[in-house]
């Protein structure tokens, strides 16, 4: 595994093979996908990339997929496009991606979700108000952090997962998600900036569209906007799984994502 710390910062898995980058959803981190990368690290290059206010990755002064796509543009070669994966907010970022520098974009998979704005921002925000909300001073270990987060995030694995944003920072606590700005936009993270992609080309490569069983950000009322952007998509649902597809259920998604780019699978 190589790391790196320049302009988004990144993590690969494999040194040979073609170029699969990863992209993470709200709250997430490119070593998120460190079970996936590893699994397909022997015949691809595997990133998983920080995107903006997340991780390790610089901070910005506003959300807007249009430029988080050109930040992880500027990580893929145009000799040498990349297919995409992305979950959620990631998925976002894909496919403003494909639609806007095709030609680094190989082929794509979007992973529970879809070209469409979203009105269901309560739940995050109250996610971020918990995490706002610790005292960050009082936190000695991380588990008293897991202690303060319990008594707002009931679900273990949701807290799990908020809590890897958490990084000791010298004799003390801090958060690598940009907090306050995900607060102040997340109304742009629900959304997609379709007046902005006005008389931009649908993305003409192949597409996966895959949705989780027992989520609803992939249905058929999205269709149409899915084909109009992306005309050459096939669409796959993972039973009995939730929202985040990659981690409920990660052998089944590496098999699909195997197949998706053409691997032989066992």
Same mark, same amino acid.
């Given at each position: 595994?190589?790391?790196?710390?320049?302009?988004?910062?990144?993590?690969?898995?494999?040194?040979?093979? *073609?170029?699969?980058?990863?992209?993470?959803? +709200?709250?997430?981190?490119?070593?998120?996908?460190?079970?996936?990368?590893? /699994?397909?690290?022997?015949?691809?290059?595997?990133?998983?990339?920080?995107?903006?206010?997340?991780?390790?990755?610089?901070?910005?002064?506003?959300?807007?997929?249009?430029?988080? /796509?050109?930040?992880?543009?500027?990580?893929?070669?145009?000799?040498?496009?990349?297919?995409?994966?992305?979950? *959620?907010?990631?998925?976002?970022?894909?496919? #403003?991606?494909?639609?806007?520098?095709?030609?680094?974009?190989?082929?794509? +998979?979007? /992973?529970?979700?879809?070209?469409?704005?979203?009105?269901?921002?309560?739940?995050?925000?109250?996610?971020?108000?918990?995490?706002?909300?610790?005292?960050?001073?009082?936190?000695?270990?991380?588990?008293?952090?897991?202690?303060?987060?319990?008594?707002?995030?009931?679900?273990?694995?949701?807290?799990?997962?908020?809590?890897?944003?958490?990084?000791?920072?010298?004799?003390?606590?801090?958060?690598?998600?940009?907090?306050?700005? +995900?607060?102040?936009? +997340? #109304?742009?993270?629900?959304?997609?900036?379709?007046?902005?992609?006005?008389?931009? /080309?649908?993305?003409?490569?192949?597409?996966?569209?895959?949705?989780?069983?027992?989520?609803?950000?992939?249905?058929?009322?999205?269709?149409?906007?899915?084909?109009?952007?992306?005309?050459?998509?096939?669409?796959?649902?993972?039973?009995?799984?939730?929202?985040?597809?990659?981690?409920?259920?990660?052998?089944?998604?590496?098999?699909?994502?195997?197949?998706?780019?053409?691997?032989?699978?066992?």
């Amino acid at each position: 595994m190589s790391e790196s710390t320049t302009a988004l910062h990144t993590l690969t898995w494999g040194e040979t093979g *073609s170029r699969v980058l990863f992209l993470h959803g +709200l709250f997430g981190q490119g070593r998120n996908w460190g079970t996936v990368a590893k /699994a397909i690290a022997g015949r691809h290059r595997a990133t998983g990339v920080d995107l903006p206010d997340h991780g390790r990755s610089p901070w910005s002064g506003e959300i807007d997929y249009l430029a988080m /796509a050109s930040r992880v543009a500027e990580l893929i070669d145009a000799q040498d496009p990349a297919a995409v994966v992305g979950h *959620s907010m990631g998925g976002k970022v894909a496919m #403003a991606l494909a639609l806007t520098r095709p030609e680094l974009v190989s082929r794509l +998979l979007v /992973a529970d979700m879809s070209p469409v704005d979203y009105r269901r921002a309560g739940e995050f925000r109250r996610y971020i108000s918990a995490m706002q909300g610790l005292d960050l001073d009082r936190i000695e270990r991380r588990s008293d952090a897991e202690e303060q987060l319990a008594a707002e995030v009931h679900d273990d694995t949701v807290r799990s997962f908020l809590l890897q944003n958490l990084r000791r920072r010298g004799d003390g606590w801090e958060w690598q998600a940009n907090l306050d700005l +995900l607060d102040r936009d +997340l #109304a742009t993270v629900g959304g997609w900036p379709a007046e902005r992609l006005t008389g931009v /080309a649908p993305y003409q490569g192949p597409v996966l569209w895959l949705g989780g069983g027992r989520s609803d950000y992939v249905t058929d009322e999205y269709a149409e906007p899915m084909r109009r952007w992306f005309p050459h998509y096939r669409r796959v649902t993972m039973k009995d799984t939730g929202h985040w597809v990659h981690s409920e259920r990660p052998e089944l998604f590496v098999e699909i994502l195997r197949r998706f780019l053409g691997d032989p699978t066992a």
